[in-house]
């Protein structure tokens, strides 16, 4: 079965501090890979979302991830965070159009 | 356009009641979802429907149950609710667009059960 393993539970930062989160997925073969955010009281929003190609994929709001296959990684990175990036960010991998396993999360706090 | 609603978003139940939720969207989606969310876990899984008139179990399908009434709308039962079913319940559609898919969420319901 697949996983997705999210190493960081709960990171907290300045504003204008850089920003990685790491994901790591199981599963060798032809995966496509996620990130979802969700703000306080709010549902999951895709962030962005890699499927083949250029392994740097850019995101709305700045974010962007690099797929390192050898790595089985997927991290997440922004340069310069804002208090409104505050959010649990999940990182997710499917092999199918149907399943999709989520990793456990990580909490960002941003202080301003 | 809504993308995908969810009744009720809080509700209380004592142990051993049964309650229905209620999840619809208007995307025209084929495939639909049930997930929940519990603190360190991430989202699991529960129920899933490719397609009008087909469910399968995901993860964590014990003590639910399904029915896609039609292509927009997708229900979980809880037809005897125990404590350990507290939790915060995500229902999401998707469909293929090429090689590309993504899931839409809905707004959540926080379900309690005492």
């Known amino acids: 079965a697949q996983s997705v393993s999210q190493h960081n539970h709960h990171v907290i930062l300045s504003e204008a501090a850089s920003l990685e989160l790491g994901c790591n997925y199981s599963y060798g073969g032809t995966v496509n890979l996620f990130w979802y955010v969700q703000y306080p009281g709010q549902h999951l929003q895709l962030l962005l979302k890699y499927f083949s190609g250029d392994p740097l994929v850019k995101g709305i709001k700045g974010f962007e991830a690099e797929f390192i296959k050898s790595k089985f990684s997927f991290n997440l990175r922004k340069p310069s965070v804002q208090w409104s990036d505050t959010a649990e960010y999940f990182c997710?991998?499917?092999?199918?159009?149907?399943?999709?396993?989520f990793g456990t999360g990580t909490k960002l706090q941003v202080i301003p | 356009n809504a993308g995908v609603t969810q009744t009720p978003k809080f509700q209380v139940l004592k142990t051993g009641q049964s309650m229905t939720l209620q999840c619809a969207q208007d995307m025209n989606h084929n495939s639909m979802y049930w997930y929940r969310q519990d603190p360190g876990m991430g989202l699991r899984l529960i129920y899933y429907?490719?397609?009008?008139?087909?469910?399968d179990k995901g993860e964590v399908p014990n003590g639910y149950n399904v029915s896609r009434l039609n292509k927009r709308e997708f229900s979980l039962r809880l037809e005897s609710a125990a404590p350990s079913q507290t939790s915060v319940y995500f229902c999401?559609?998707?469909?293929?667009?090429?090689?590309?898919?993504?899931?839409?969420f809905g707004p959540g319901t926080r379900l309690t059960v005492t």
């Open positions: 999401a559609s998707s469909e293929k667009t090429g090689e590309a898919y993504e899931q839409y």
């Open positions: 997710a991998s499917s092999q199918s159009y149907q399943k999709v396993t």
């Open positions: 429907s490719a397609s009008e008139g087909t469910t």
